[in-house]
């Protein structure tokens, strides 16, 4: 079992920066991948960013390539997504993901441990 932790959300106004942590608790996260999901009102969980805790790979979406970024300290057992140049639709709820996965996969239903949320909300 994997226990999952998000925090760092909050309100931000359009251009401004928040970091996200994931802390993971339960069980080594090697082999493990590990990702950032989101979810806006009234619309689908759509895959964020993603990383493999073995070797540190990662992979964006395409929308916020270049603005986000996914890290992880294997000290503290924690990822992390960095989130510049923010915008109003990157207003959702933040959700951390994990599973024992090959490769980082975009689709929500190949992860089963998950975070409670936290809110992010982009002023503009």
């Known amino acids: 079992q994997v226990q999952l932790e998000e925090s760092g959300g909050g309100l931000v106004q359009a251009g401004g920066s928040l970091r996200l942590s994931c802390a993971a608790s339960g069980r080594t996260l090697s082999g493990y991948t590990l990702g950032w999901f989101r979810q806006a009102p009234l619309k689908g969980r759509e895959f964020v960013a993603g990383?493999?805790?073995?070797?540190?790979?990662?992979y964006y979406a395409d929308s916020v390539k270049g603005r986000f970024t996914i890290s992880r300290d294997n000290a503290k057992n924690t990822v992390y997504l960095q989130m510049n140049s923010l915008r109003p639709e990157d207003t959702a709820v933040y959700y951390c993901?994990?599973?024992?996965?090959?490769?980082?996969?975009?689709?929500?239903?190949?992860?089963?441990?998950w975070g409670q949320g936290t809110q992010v909300t982009v002023d503009s």
């Open positions: 993901a994990a599973d024992l996965l090959d490769e980082i996969l975009t689709a929500h239903g190949r992860y089963g441990y």
């Open positions: 990383i493999r805790w073995s070797g540190g790979s990662t």
